[in-house]
């Protein structure tokens, strides 16, 4: 092993294995540690090993214990040392340690030296490191470089530092004036990019600081008004000098050293249109008045004039357009600004494209019809093979649609997921999500196309599709009004799956893994099969093919497959009612007689069920079985990220125990997303469960809920039958909680070992609607949480009341959150309460 | 406008073999970047737009022969087509400084890429130098400085 650095690169190159280079690196790394503590090295050793340290640093090492010795670097006179020093100190150290206090003497000194590198190796590092002390102790010194030096070299950095302390420091503002830099634009030597560059920073730094400044200065009692016409007066003087040199940059490209691809310094001419945005961004109106008509004609003169064919065109054309929305000019500008957009989105580069549907996306709430107008590209770029621009246009084009597109755009969408791969499922199911919901906010003329569109997107993406959005799928078909509509979809539809169900000839095949399409399917054979059967003229539709479907169908659900199972059955029995063929009823008596022996106790439950109505005469039968009432449907947000979407379906739904609850209560940024499970109208949003409910309460009148995949602890909806209660507060019951909105009662019925029984009472302060009340409690005990009753709706002044039952040992203590809302208005709380009782 | 958080050479292999940070990070959080960010940004195809999100802000990169540039910038503010022009501003002037810059020259000159890093960008990571020539005039009277010195050392 060699001792030079170079040497060092290249064991670490030449390392034939992960473990070779890890030893190499360590070795190596012990070794500069040693040679570092000693205090005799030579400064040449020194840097040598400095410069190690760094390599180590680049791949990624420990360089704590070398902190020091870059210090004592920059206190050597040699120049070759200081450079060094400084640079390893950049790196090494950040603005967070305390070692950059050492540094202030030898900084100060450097930032007065007679050598400009020198000075220049000061600023910039103090530009990286600059530590609260660090800021404090060497301003000074960097003002007067600002102030009296004659170097542009130094100036510009000196600029930059400035930006930084006065951002880092308000206090600063007391001793910083603007006329420093009026000076410095007034003198023609030291005018040049660099400094340009540096005055934008400082002039950005010091309008964004001001507003805290004087907030600073109003605890003081200093004359506000007085050091805001101050700033105004400075501005002033200052704006037409930068809009003069922004226009001068943008015309002539005089300058070879400063051209990129044909146009003039994009970034000074990028940095002095944001200066002028943030100083616009002040929103003072005696500045807005004199120059923003300027600022607007100067923005129109970029745009136009700017070479939109070059990739450093582009970036000015680009920060032009975002200036115009963030200020929020005027309609023609807003204009412009879209358009240079859509010019993107026509071109070839993805870069563009990407950043145009990204700021389109956010100008959207300023100016809908603008972008709308472009929507041709939009859809265009839906079918790019780059896949984040495919899903920013996914989301514009879900956020242009409308009632006037929707035809069109949907469609297009449509034709998007029967190209679309197997890779793309996320986008696919972000499409879902959004069609399904699209079609409940915007109305659409022509049902029976909507129809086909779900036809279509049950075929497409049936496989993965959420149950949530099956269950949409199948309540807009029950409330479609127009029969024919309705026949015209279930005849496509059985037409399919019995056509797919003959060719396949009874293999696996049939029964492929598209679950959506299977589970609609059998809704479909048992709600409306009189409906096809009497007026079909196709043959494959007839009694007997409908039953062998579902016959098949059921020899083929493994047991896995419960929700299929549940469905089917209901469909069998509903069939039995509207078919004739003897033969046909007896088969599907089989299929619920099979299953009132099966191991799945829900199963088993609902066929016992079955078969007594299914031996019922016609006359009760009939009306049980009839067709599903108009459904409800509950409004969910339209809009949100793709990535949000995608995270919300991948969560699987599983029984939450207390643990998990008590976990969720204490962060309770889970929540929000999972809320949908633990909603107290959850069972309501299927159609099956209400046919279940319905069915059941007819029959045998009992309050058989069977609630599934859901725990116990969900405060369900409230049964029509305990309406007429009202619950009066006992005169025993302890406040526990209480606050604007709710007053809350606690009250410990019975004590017994490793069993405590609590009544809470939710007496309500305003009209509170679907109160959650969420609780738990240590990880030593259970609960059970009984429903709020007679509401979770609770009018000013009632009480509503909850039981909790509590097993295990240990104190009785209680974490609650509430969700609620008062007219609407979401709510929560959550408190601790510790009862005296112990179990 | 374009505020770079941190700038990191990558190559094709996964190697890292330039890093800066204009924010405070801690060394943690760093190597997550890191490692993350070569993941991410190996596996993109050519084809791909070169802006990826991560984390709470925007990464966009170039890939120059077998080297990835790789720069943090801000989600919204920052203009990440200007930032991708400051990447190649800053392989020009290196490309002048070398000759014909590649990997090995920034591997095993790599104070010198960062020596030209810090002349064309400062502080919280805004560019102040444009000029490919001021850049380099300086660079090169520093190298002389430093020459300088190494030579009054021999002949004391």
Known sequence: MGSSLKSFIKDVRGAKTLSEERSIIQKQSAKVRTKLRDDHLSLEKRRKNIQKLMYLFILGEKTHFGQVECINLIASDEFVNKRLGYLAAVLLLDESQDLLTLLTNLMSNDLNHSN?????LALTTLG?????????????????????SKNVFLVKKALQCTAKMISKDITLFDVFSLDTIKDILNNNSLVCHGTLLGVGKVIQAYVKGFPAYLEMLKSDNTNIEAMEQILVADISEIIPEIILQLKNLNMKNTKPEYDVKGVCDPFLQAELIQTLKVIFQLENTAINDQFLNKFEDLLTFIATNTDPSKSSGQSILYETAKTIFSLNLEQSLRVLGINILANFLNGKNNNIKYVALNTLLQVIPQDPSAVQRHRKYILKCLFDPDVSIKSRALELTFAI??????????????????????????????????LVNAFDTIKVSDEKWKLDIFLKILELTGSYMTQERINDILITLNNVTNFDNKNHFVVKLLNISLKKYEEANKSVDLFSDNFAWKLVTVWCIGEYADLVLSKSKSSIISETNLTKYLVDLDTYCTAADTKILDYLLTATLKLSSKITNGKAIEDLRQIILTHTKDANLLIQMKSVQYELIFSQPVAIKKPI????????????????????????????????????????LLGDDTIGDNSNARKPTNSDNSPQGNADKDL????????????????QTHIESVSKDHNTNSVQLPSDAAEIYDDDNITIYGQVNSIETRLAQIELYFKSKGNITELLSLCAVTKTQKLVMGTLIPSSDINTGNISKQSLKITGSGKLKLRVKLEFKIDGVDHSELFDHKFDHSI | MANIKYMLLISRQGKLRLQKWYTAIAAKEKTKIVKALTSIILARKKKMC???????????????????FICGISQNSDNELLTLEIVHRYVETMDTYFGNVCELDIIFNFEKAYNILDEMIMCDGSITETSKSNVLNNIKTMDILENNDNLDRVLS
């Open chain 2, 50 to 68: 070169n802006i990826v999100e991560y984390g709470d802000h925007k990464v966009v990169y170039r890939r120059y022969a077998s080297l990835y």
């Open chain 1, 401 to 434: 649609l409308d009632e006037s597109n929707i035809v069109e755009s949907i469609t297009e969408l449509v034709n998007f997921l029967e190209y679309s791969s197997e890779d793309n499922t996320d986008l696919n199911i972000y499409i879902v999500e959004h």
């Open chain 1, 128 to 148: 990286f490191l600059s530590s609260p002390e660090l800021v404090r102790d060497l301003y000074p010194d960097v003002n007067n470089i600002l102030k009296t």
């Open chain 1, 116 to 120: 400009k590198y020198i000075v220049s």
């Open chain 1, 625 to 664: 079985l009839e067709i599903m009432p108009k459904f409800e449907k509950k409004q969910k947000p339209i809009f949100e990220s793709i990535h949000r979407a995608s995270s919300v379906i991948k969560k699987t739904e599983k029984p939450r125990s207390n643990n998990d609850l008590l976990l969720d």
């Open chain 1, 696 to 711: 059941l309460a007819d029959i045998f009148g009992s309050s058989n809920n069977r609630s599934e995949s859901v725990s």
